[in-house]
């Protein structure tokens, strides 16, 4: 008899489940493999960008932010005034011993840098730039002219400020700036001769002898570091007036360079004009001069004709009353 092959029994139910719980299994590894890889090339990438966070994904993070808008130059020279203004007052008024000097001379510090505003933008140091026309001006001699620096303002309020101050103005001019900018602002000497416009040993020649003096005056100011610290508080403890607005002195700087430019047109007009007419009415050609007059001897003097004696009358007379024309002019008739 031919046996006819039996089907394989089914899987019992444990077995199948069993099954099920290997292929789970394996799909919960192969998830878990996954992520461990994402998780690991993710931290790799956040610990490359730490160590090197100038890499590609720094540069795209920086192509993405957008630029910082550029300042105009009206706000960046609005900037500097509001930065630098102030203690150039303090400063000028150090220098001058004169309030209202130190204000107008700063005010015009600022309005001689907008216009040259070009220039003093790319200068590596503009406040410097600012602070250095502002001593010139207020250092100038030709203050002395004019009538309202003529009178003494009055000394500030304390004794010991009062004998600094005098002490600084007694001082030439140049010591006294010297004395400012190293002890006062902390400047080193280099750059203190460079704005003085004097060689670095001629400047520490200045620097001491100016410290003496002021030693020799006021023995507590001996020590650089306490002249420092006076220094700063005698100019903080004036009642300076502040400079004006930054927009008004930019008006007044346009004004003022409006007004040099209309006089130098003026006056190249009218050089124009007075060289024009100078050609006009100047001679063209040689003329020699005339030789000086000499008396000449032996000529008689020119004389007119003299009076007519009264005969010589009546026949003027006659003639006037004879005929003007006629034959009677080419005949006269015999009487």
């Known amino acids: 008899m031919t046996q006819t092959p039996s089907c394989p029994p089914p899987l019992p139910e444990a077995e199948a489940e069993d099954g099920t719980e290997v292929n789970t299994k394996a799909e919960n590894q192969t998830e878990n493999k996954a992520g461990s890889k994402a998780g690991s090339k993710a931290g790799s990438k956040a610990e490359n960008h730490a160590e090197n966070p100038d890499g590609p994904e720094a540069e795209a993070d920086l192509e993405l932010t957008p630029p910082a808008p550029a300042l105009t130059p009206g706000q960046a020279f609005d900037a500097l005034y509001a930065f630098a203004a102030p203690a150039l007052v303090r400063q000028t008024y150090l220098l001058t011993g004169r309030r209202e000097l130190a204000r107008e001379s700063v005010e015009r510090a600022f309005q001689l840098a907008w216009q040259r505003w070009p220039e003093v933008a790319v200068d590596r140091d503009p406040a410097g730039w600012v602070r ?41 001019p140049a010591y006294r700036r010297t004395v400012l900018l190293y002890d006062g602002l902390g400047i080193g000497l280099p750059e203190t001769a460079a704005e003085t416009e004097a060689s670095t040993p001629a400047t520490a020649g200045r620097l001491l002898h100016a410290r003496e003096v002021v030693a020799a005056r006021v023995p507590e100011l001996a020590d650089p570091g306490e002249l420092r610290l006076r220094l700063t508080e005698l100019g903080s403890k004036e009642s300076l007036r502040t400079a004006a607005k930054p927009v008004v002195v930019r008006s007044g700087s346009e004004r003022r360079a409006r007004r040099w430019t209309r006089a130098a047109i003026a006056f190249t007009v009218l050089l124009i004009g007075s060289t024009a007419f100078t050609l006009r009415t100047a001679p063209d050609h040689y003329e020699a001069p005339q030789a000086p007059a000499a008396t000449i001897s032996g000529v008689p003097p020119r004389s007119g004709p003299g009076p007519l004696s009264e005969e010589e009358q009546e026949i003027r007379v006659k003639l006037r009353s004879t005929f003007q024309n006629g034959p009677e002019r080419l005949r006269p008739e015999l009487r």
């Open 132 to 172: 250095a026309a502002a001593y010139e001006y207020a250092m100038s001699p030709w203050h002395r002219l004019r009538l309202r620096h003529r009178a003494p303002e009055p000394p500030p309020a304390a004794l010991d400020d009062r004998r600094l101050l005098s002490v600084l103005l007694s001082l030439p």
